[in-house]
């Protein structure tokens, strides 16, 4: 059984003009969400024209560019599989004779739809869910106008979607729908849109409004109307991007990874300056969906990158406050038996916002009726939108696929509720926390720091090519961290990596090391110090070959250790951030000496919203 499941960005525009252009751009932004095949339709002369591809964008460009496709009304498709070959046939839009459509999701009971529609003669050319939609609606049309038959088809579907729908015989309009996939709409003068984010509409238009599960638009290129689940008439407040919304590019930079790298000394001042008072010395941090000092136990949950940062964090709040802390992935919490209790706060950690299996760890605790608080990057997204409280981590859009200022944006903000926590439940006194408001201050440059040993990460870097693979080692908040390189040399440069806690490793992974094999060894001079230099000469004893990073000021380098770099030294608590610099530029690095695509890694998608 080939059922593809896909986890897509989606465009519609409807104009005065032609549209394909603007459509492969829009789909170049949203290829973050996936890079399997692209494609587009249009209607010209009162025909779908359909033109698709399977890999990047620019394959469908270079398609285009050998035949135009012209048309003032179009919708666009980028596709990311987990199942089956991602081909030409499957990639989107699904079209028949009368409908196209695009779409972002999953349909549960395609099977069964399908069935019935096979045993009643019509003929299905894709393996795809989507392809069930587009036969709906055209039966649907035969007796219906294209509102009323997407929304009948839309009772049909058992599942997640946001769909771009264009009809042969009504040329002027596009209609947009949504439930459990985001959906965004665009306005401009003489032209409207539908995109799967309001980055993908940037360049055209900075008014945007968000379609809420269960509702529908329809565009024309001058009105846009709105729909609710009963099919009634609603409206939608618009909000205007600002200027730093709206203005993304890679300058400079050979790719938006190294751009967000170098971003980070200014996106965690930013971070920093929205949370923290400098006059006052206070965290501006209010509205607590508890009381804090009722607060019982805090539950972090996340994904990948974003679960690493809940990791560090339970190290700072179990130093720096009397909360009990649990952490969780969300595809984990999402399944187990739990007991939810209305004194925990449940905090979910998410970049993109949009994670669908952080999105339903969040849904389980609404149905459970227990607080939320999300730290997000992308405030439209739909876990901030669903969360009881929302602190944002103000990183500005992160393109590249590996997390990187965003990961630092998830730490800094922790980080900061932590303190606030802390002293606002009395655990810990003034002097203590204006001393970490102080040190957090000078976080932003001990960050540029640490960026200026680039060149010593560089050479370090071609250690890795004729490994085998590689261990990062660490101890307490820098255990997460070393999981963190790990994830992004893995994912990176394609080499295999393992995170460790440098005390566990004579519990078996020991056993991997041999003559050669790269150990990054992470320690600060914290009281693991002399422990993790203990870990270090049990590897050194067998062949490892040491990359050694610290933030220690006296030599601890000595002849076994291949190299070493020094990061600053702010305090204990925040070594753990600035240790992560020099792994994000390891991983960076390496990939590109095995010429590796950075921005894009293969098999993966920025935003990962299918379970
Ligand atoms: O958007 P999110 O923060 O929820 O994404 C979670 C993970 O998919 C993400 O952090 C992933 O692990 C990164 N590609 C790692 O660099």
């Not at 069935?115 to 003669?121: A, H, P, T």
């Not at 909000?239 to 190294?258: N, Q, V």
């Not at 926390?433 to 010593?456: H, M, R, T």
């Amino acid at each position: 059984k080939n059922k593809k499941k896909i986890m897509c960005g989606i465009i519609g525009i409807a104009s005065n003009k032609p549209v394909s252009i603007n459509i492969i751009n829009s789909l170049k932004k949203l290829e973050y969400r996936g890079y399997d095949s692209a494609g587009l339709a249009t209607l010209t002369d009162d025909s779908i024209n359909e033109k698709k591809c399977s890999g990047r964008v620019e394959e469908l460009e270079k398609i285009l560019f050998k035949a135009p496709s012209n048309g003032n009304i179009g919708i666009g498709h980028v596709r990311w599989a987990t199942h089956g070959v991602p081909n030409i046939i499957n990639a989107h839009p699904h079209s028949s004779e009368q409908v196209s459509v695009v779409h972002n999701g999953i349909i549960e009971n395609s099977d069964e739809i399908k069935r019935e529609l096979v045993s009643k003669g019509l003929k299905f050319k894709s393996q795809t869910d989507t392809e069930v939609i587009t036969l709906l609606i055209t039966e649907a049309l035969k007796e219906n106008e294209p509102l009323k038959s997407v929304y009948k088809t839309l009772k049909k579907l058992k599942g997640s979607f946001a769909l771009g729908i264009i009809f042969k015989n009504f040329s002027n309009i596009i209609i947009g729908a949504r439930r459990g996939s985001p959906l965004a709409v665009g306005y401009s003068k003489e032209e409207n849109y539908i995109g799967s984010d309001s980055y993908a509409l940037k360049s055209m238009t900075n008014k945007i409004s968000y379609l809420d599960d269960g509702e529908l638009c329809v565009l024309t290129k001058d009105q846009i109307s709105f729909y609710d689940e009963s099919l009634k008439k609603i409206n939608k407040k618009i909000h205007t991007m600002s200027e730093s919304e709206t203005a993304i590019d890679k300058g400079e930079y050979k790719h938006f990874m190294l751009k967000e790298i170098y971003e980070q000394p200014i996106t965690i001042k930013n971070c920093i300056s929205e949370y923290v008072d400098s006059l006052k010395k206070n965290i501006n941090i209010i509205n607590f969906p508890i009381e804090p000092n009722n607060i019982n136990k805090i539950v972090l949950v996340g994904c990948g990158t974003a679960y690493n940062s809940c990791l560090t964090a339970k190290y700072w709040f179990e130093e720096l406050t009397t909360i009990d802390v649990e952490i969780d992935i969300a595809s984990e919490f999402r399944y187990r038996k739990l007991k939810f209790n209305s004194k925990n706060l449940y905090i979910f950690v998410s970049q993109s916002g949009e994670t669908a299996d952080t999105a339903a760890a969040l849904d389980l605790c609404k149905k459970n009726n227990v607080k939320t608080c999300s730290i997000v990057n992308v405030i439209e997204s739909t876990i901030a939108r669903n969360s009881d409280w929302v602190l944002p981590i103000h990183a500005g859009t992160e393109i590249g696929v590996a997390s990187t200022k965003a990961f630092l944006g998830q730490l800094t903000v922790l980080y900061i509720l932590c303190l606030k926590l802390a002293i606002v439940r009395k655990d810990i006194d003034e002097r203590t926390y204006v001393k970490n408001i102080n040190n957090l201050k000078k976080l932003p440059e001990a960050i540029k720091e640490c960026i200026n040993i680039e060149s010593n990460v560089q050479l370090m870097a071609k250690e890795f090519l004729s490994a085998k693979g590689s261990m990062f080692l660490g101890r307490g908040s820098s255990f997460p961290i070393a999981l963190e390189g790990a994830l992004k040399l893995k994912e990176l440069s394609y080499l295999h990596a393992e995170g460790y806690p440098a005390g566990e490793m004579k519990h078996g992974p020991l056993a991997l090391i041999e003559e050669g094999l790269p150990v990054i060894i992470l320690a600060p001079k914290d009281k693991y110090f002399e422990k993790t230099l203990s870990n270090m000469q049990e590897v050194i004893a067998r062949g490892g070959k040491i990359l050694f990073i610290t933030d220690n000021k006296k030599d601890s380098l000595n002849e076994n250790i291949r190299f070493g770099l020094r990061v600053p030294h702010l305090d204990n608590l925040l070594s753990p951030i600035l240790l992560t610099l020099p792994l994000q530029m390891l991983a960076y690095h390496v990939a590109l000496l095995k010429n590796c695509d950075v921005d894009k890694p293969r098999n993966l998608a920025k935003s990962v919203t299918v379970e």
